[in-house]
């Protein structure tokens, strides 16, 4: 597919278990960004990569949550020690190049389930 | 501090009727403005963006929005609704510079009625 892709599409953990949701971006696309929305809201900004370096992981909310993306395609986020309030869908998102000027493409999300 | 506001969380239309969904931003310089759709259990996605020049900038089914740059509002519109366009509906700004991520709205319910 010429799609984002992610997996899984559905993830249940139990609290203080670590998770890894997965991101392939389009092919050849230099940004890629995660996103964390939470139910009933518009997404926030978690990290930015363009290729491999991660530019900005400012929106990261603790020091649980780790991102990668070693070969400056597929992407990881990790959370570790899951607890409730990480409960949302996490979105990854790709653009063309490192312009803000460019439509970023999302993947269907994961939904993550913290019980 | 940068935001974006859509101010009506719940719009509903009749098909065939013409359909507004607003947005307003908060920023200083000028910003990229998009706007997303969302289906359920689906991703966001693309509908259309201002980067620069004419106001009017037109997208994908149809739809549209008006730049006003003295009332910092980017309103999606679309002459003729469809109950197909039931979705919900996201503005977003991204700052420009190095900060190019996408600050969004909390999202406007669209539903057109048949």
């Known amino acids: 597919g010429a799609g984002v892709s992610q997996s899984p599409r559905y993830k249940v953990a139990k609290r203080g278990q670590d998770v890894a949701l997965r991101c392939d971006p389009i092919s050849g696309h230099v940004s890629l960004f995660w996103y964390q929305q939470a139910l009933g809201q518009g997404p926030e900004f978690l990290t930015y990569f363009q290729n491999e370096a991660q530019l900005d992981k400012s929106g990261l909310p603790s020091d649980r949550f780790f991102a990668e993306r070693p070969e400056g395609s597929v992407s990881t986020l990790k959370i570790q020690r899951t607890q409730q309030e990480d409960s949302a869908v996490y979105l990854c998102?790709?653009?063309?190049?490192?312009?803000?000027?460019?439509?970023?493409?999302f993947g269907d999300g994961t939904r993550l389930s913290i019980l | 501090a940068q935001s974006v506001a859509q101010p009506e969380d719940q719009v509903n239309v009749a098909e065939g009727n013409p359909l507004t969904v607003k947005c307003t931003y908060s920023?200083?310089?000028?910003?990229?403005l998009f706007w997303y759709v969302q289906y359920p259990n689906r991703g966001l996605q693309f509908l259309l963006k201002y980067i620069t020049g004419d106001n009017l900038v037109k997208g994908s089914y149809g739809f549209e929005a008006e730049f006003n740059k003295s009332q910092t509002s980017f309103h999606l519109k679309k002459p003729s609704a469809l109950v197909s366009d039931s979705a919900l509906y996201f503005c977003?700004?991204?700052?420009?510079?190095?900060?190019?991520?996408?600050?969004f709205g909390s999202g406007t319910q669209l539903t057109v009625l048949p």
């Open positions: 977003a700004v991204s700052f420009g510079g190095s900060a190019r991520q996408l600050t």
């Open positions: 920023v200083s310089g000028n910003p990229y």
């Open positions: 998102a790709s653009s063309p190049s490192g312009q803000g000027n460019q439509p970023q493409h």
